[in-house]
């Protein structure tokens, strides 16, 4: 672990290989053509910070450029950030930028920008972003390309931070002294992009061009980018399957037709790119319920139900099955420590009679409702699957439907038994696991730890990580959380999620990095 | 002339008046439903604070007083201000304005395919009543009639999508084609027909059974008979006699379709992409953005009542009984 930071740290600008360095060569054979490709759910704006959904992501990740991104293995490599280094202190950070960039308006992009993004833009409107950036003491340009950011203690994951997704560089003459959320450049989005925002019929497609004065020459090689609105899945996979589009990312396919497009001569399928958001999905269980604070209920559910039914037969093999808290691919899993029950029913039973809950005439011990999550088909399902795999040893699970405003709505508020729930990791635990099980986040607000585990062990070791600067002492206090929340199971973590890009095998560079398709496609080409 | 002035006026008082009482009620329904737009937008942004909920109810305007709220909405409207959308930052009669030409051209299309051909099949099927022509138009009929739309699309697009590859599968039209003039109006009207024959199938199975019914009974009346004995030509018969009087129930149902219509149909919409006025709605509905939502209920609610008014005017135009009463 300790290797992987310091590489990608100190070692950061050797990985400006990985930017293509010499495009006159190549550009003429890859140059031109227009790539469709679908877009869903329609995102509302298309500017990161002020809205964030995964949609918004896809699409304004083309138009608009953080300072980092990062490969599969999570190391920073160069985006808008040619450079950086940490000072000795580990306080202190420097990045040197990009020569030449400029926003869509023809406005050079330089460290204010970036300094104004950070600082105030993110600070302002992210709720991930604010209490990472609140730790910058001290913001400063020392020349129009160097930006000096100074942290009041050392904070090991701050490089995480910089990906477009988290934090895109906006233009400060448009926003600075407005209203971000309101401002009018929002409807009409201005990056540092390889795409220039053209037209958004709402409901129809989002249309971007190239942007003539990309600062990667010769880039980006497509002449357009269309992103289509398709609401209904099957009319997707008949998109694909037609031709109409030549790629598909995130959940534009259900699962169970990956199978047939896996099939197709002309189509492939990749599952990589997902390492950044890191997704864990899991059972969501309200500790303030009885029994399901009784940590050998918590046990027992983990017994009943099997996680490898669930990838293959649910998720088509898809992604696959989680065996702790911190998923394989986020920094500081310890495959020593994370061991989750087996899936044995009859350990389930004893495990429930020992809990004093004992089947009545009808074979229940006890009843619990789950709030499906309505995100699709194969949600629906893994409801289903949870009801019938928890009825085998005795629990009767009623099943409650509802859309998805009402669903966020019951779990910021706590009214829910069980639920289905999936948060992303953002590549350290201090980022995206802390906030599920620490007390001092129990909130009535969604995505906080609305269960409600509370265990003073627990809180202490995720605050050592998160305040230590040395990696190996921040390694030492996660496989100790590891080994513990997987004796308690908070939550009853089911799935990595993974989702399918399917592109035409003539479409190259697609998935990159750990950014997948968000990232920025100046590179990607049609054959 | 007086008394046709004063009926408007008391028509159009009575359209203000159930227009505000939809307003409210949408309103406050709207209210009723579990979760608001900031916790839709924190639930799909996969993270979210305090702050973030303050910002976005501040914004909003959800911070006020339900009453409140409800009074500043009733205020604009009356001054012709449906508002801004809370998710999309633009003016909500932009949005529709936007929305709803998709969605006339659609409805209207199928409207126009499901009367012509479901009257002229309902026709055809009475003239020739228990024979095998009247047997299959039944039958199609039927089948129509019970089939869910989304699955006749779906079928529709494979058929003449997938396999025969005759037309688009979604969408309004071709993008990034630049098309003008002439060759605009093929790509559009080349994307129009899936969707609008999968909508106007349904109607059309319940207009041919409607004609069919309706001129049946008309033709065993007794003015037919006379006409009949007069020794009227039998083609005359049928349209002028039959036909004319058996519309009546026809046209009171097709006054309904096109109001409904106008909702746009959400299942085809969606099935097809087509970029209408429904799918809007039911967006709005699913992120709580109330403002849309309301606009799009008070657009379509006054289109409603104005075809309930053309719909009565046309029954006077098709048969002078109905003046008198």
């Known amino acids: 672990m300790e290797k992987l930071t310091r590489r990608g740290l100190i070692a950061g600008a050797a990985v400006t290989g990985l930017v293509p360095a010499s495009p006159f060569a190549q550009t003429s054979s890859k140059r031109g053509g227009t790539l469709t490709t679908i877009l869903t759910p329609e995102p509302p704006i298309l500017v990161l910070g002020v809205n964030n959904q995964g949609p918004t992501a896809l699409a304004a990740g083309k138009l608009f450029q953080g300072l980092l991104e990062y490969s599969f293995k999570l190391e920073p490599m160069p985006l808008l950030a040619k450079s950086w280094s940490l000072s000795d202190d580990k306080r202190t950070y420097t990045f040197n930028l990009q020569e030449n960039v400029k926003f869509h308006d023809g406005h050079p992009m330089t460290a204010d920008d970036v300094i104004f993004s950070i600082t105030k833009f993110h600070t302002e409107l992210s709720p991930r972003a604010r209490p990472i950036f609140n730790k910058i003491k001290g913001a400063t340009t020392p020349?129009?390309?160097?930006?000096?950011?100074?942290?009041?203690?050392?904070?090991?994951?701050?490089?995480?931070?910089?990906?477009?997704?988290?934090?895109?560089?906006?233009?400060?003459?448009?926003?600075?002294?407005?209203?971000?959320?309101?401002?009018?450049?929002?409807?009409?989005p201005i990056g540092t992009g390889p795409f220039q925002f053209v037209e958004w019929q709402r409901g129809n497609f989002i249309r971007m061009k190239g942007f003539d004065q990309y600062w990667v020459e010769g880039q980006p090689y497509l002449d357009e980018l269309i992103y289509r609105?398709?609401?209904?899945?099957?009319?997707?996979?008949?998109?694909?399957?037609?031709?109409?589009v030549q790629l598909t990312q995130a959940n534009d396919i259900e699962p169970f037709d990956i199978p047939r497009f896996r099939k197709m001569p002309n189509l492939e399928v990749e599952l990589q790119g997902w390492e950044y958001a890191s997704q864990l999905s899991w059972i969501e269980l309200n500790h303030r319920v009885k029994p399901l604070d009784d940590v050998r209920v918590r046990q027992a559910i983990g017994h009943a139900i099997d996680r490898n039914f669930i990838v293959s037969k649910l998720w088509f093999s898809i992604g696959k099955a989680a065996t702790g808290p911190i998923a394989s691919t986020t920094r500081f899993y310890d495959p020593q420590v994370a061991k989750l029950q087996s899936h044995d029913p009859n350990k389930a039973k004893a495990l429930l009679d020992a809990a004093g809950l004992k089947p009545n005439a009808r074979g229940v011990r006890f009843t619990i409702r789950q709030l499906a999550l309505p995100y699709g088909e194969v949600w629906t399902r893994l409801s289903e699957y949870f009801r019938t795999a928890l009825g085998q040893v005795g629990i009767e699970v009623v099943l409650e439907t509802t859309d998805a405003g009402a669903w966020a709505k019951r779990i910021g508020d706590w009214d829910y038994e069980t639920s289905t729930n999936f948060l992303s990791q953002y590549g350290?635990?201090?980022?995206?696991?802390?906030?599920?099980?620490?007390?001092?986040?129990?909130?009535?607000?969604?995505f906080t730890n609305t269960g409600g585990y509370s265990n003073p062990r627990v809180d202490e070791l995720f605050a050592s990580a998160r305040e230590a600067e040395d990696p190996a002492v921040r390694a030492k206090a996660f496989s100790d959380v590891q080994a513990i929340l997987c004796e308690e199971v908070p939550q009853i973590w089911l799935m990595e999620l993974a989702w399918p890009t399917i592109r035409d095998k003539k479409l190259h560079n697609v998935i990159r990095t750990a950014m997948g398709p968000n990232a920025g496609f100046g590179q990607v080409y049609f054959e | 002339v007086i008394r046709l002035a004063h009926l408007a006026a008391e028509r159009i008082l009575k359209i203000v008046a159930v227009v505000i009482a939809i307003?409210?009620?949408?309103?406050?329904?709207?209210?009723?439903?579990?979760?608001?737009?900031?916790?839709?937008?924190?639930?799909?942004?996969?993270?979210?604070?305090?702050?973030?909920?303050a910002q976005l109810r501040a914004q909003f305007g959800l911070d006020k007083p339900l009453a409140t709220q409800l009074a500043i909405?009733?205020?604009?409207?009356l001054q012709g201000d449906l508002g801004m959308?809370?998710?999309?930052?633009?003016?909500v009669a932009g949005l529709i304005m936007e929305r709803l030409p998709a969605t006339l051209l659609l409805t209207f299309t199928a409207f126009a395919f499901a009367i012509s051909a479901g009257v002229t099949l309902g026709a055809m099927a009475s003239r020739r009543v228990g024979r095998i022509a009247d047997s299959i138009i039944t039958v199609l009929a039927l089948a129509f009639y019970a089939t869910p739309l989304f699955w006749v699309g779906l079928m529709l697009v494979l058929l003449l999508s997938v396999w025969l590859e005759l037309l688009p599968s979604f969408g309004m039209a071709t993008v990034g084609a630049n098309y003008t003039g002439w060759a605009a109006i093929v790509d559009v009207?080349?994307?129009?027909?899936?969707?609008?024959?999968?909508?106007?199938?349904?109607?059309?199975?319940?207009?041919?059974?409607?004609?069919?019914?309706?001129?049946?009974?008309?033709?065993?009346?007794d003015f037919v008979r006379t006409a009949r004995a007069k020794g009227v030509p039998e083609g005359r018969i049928l349209r002028r006699h039959i036909l004319r009087n058996a519309l009546l129930p026809v046209i009171t149902f097709?006054?309904?379709?096109?109001?409904?219509?106008?909702?746009?149909?959400?299942?085809?919409?969606t099935v097809f992409a087509w970029p209408g006025i429904g799918r809007l709605a039911f967006d709005a509905l699913l992120a709580r953005d109330y403002q849309v939502l309301l606009g799009v209920f008070l657009c379509t609610s006054v289109l409603v009542v104005l075809f309930n008014l053309l719909t009565d005017l046309l029954y006077v135009l098709i048969d002078p009984r109905v003046r008198a009463a």
């Not at chain 2, 097709?254 to 919409?269: P, R, T």
């Open chain 1, 143 to 188: 020349d129009p390309l160097t930006v000096v950011l100074t942290l009041d203690t050392p904070f090991d994951p701050f490089l995480l931070m910089f990906d477009t997704s988290t934090c895109a560089i906006v233009p400060k003459h448009i926003y600075a002294g407005t209203d971000y959320r309101t401002n009018p450049n929002n409807q009409k």
């Open chain 1, 229 to 244: 609105i398709i609401p209904d899945s099957q009319s997707r996979a008949l998109a694909l399957q037609t031709g109409q």
């Open chain 2, 23 to 53: 307003a409210v009620t949408n309103f406050l329904l709207i209210h009723m439903a579990p979760g608001d737009p900031a916790s839709v937008i924190a639930g799909e942004s996969g993270a979210a604070d305090a702050q973030l909920m």
């Open chain 2, 85 to 91: 959308s809370f998710r999309q930052g633009r003016p």
């Open chain 2, 189 to 221: 009207g080349e994307h129009l027909i899936l969707p609008a024959i999968t909508l106007g199938l349904f109607y059309m199975a319940v207009y041919a059974r409607l004609t069919r019914a309706s001129m049946l009974e008309v033709a065993s009346q």
């Open chain 2, 73 to 77: 909405y009733l205020g604009h409207v």
């Open chain 2, 254 to 269: 097709a006054g309904i379709q096109a109001g409904q219509l106008i909702g746009g149909s959400v299942l085809v919409e």
């Open chain 1, 428 to 446: 350290d635990p201090t980022l995206g696991v802390e906030r599920s099980y620490v007390s001092s986040n129990i909130k009535k607000i969604t």
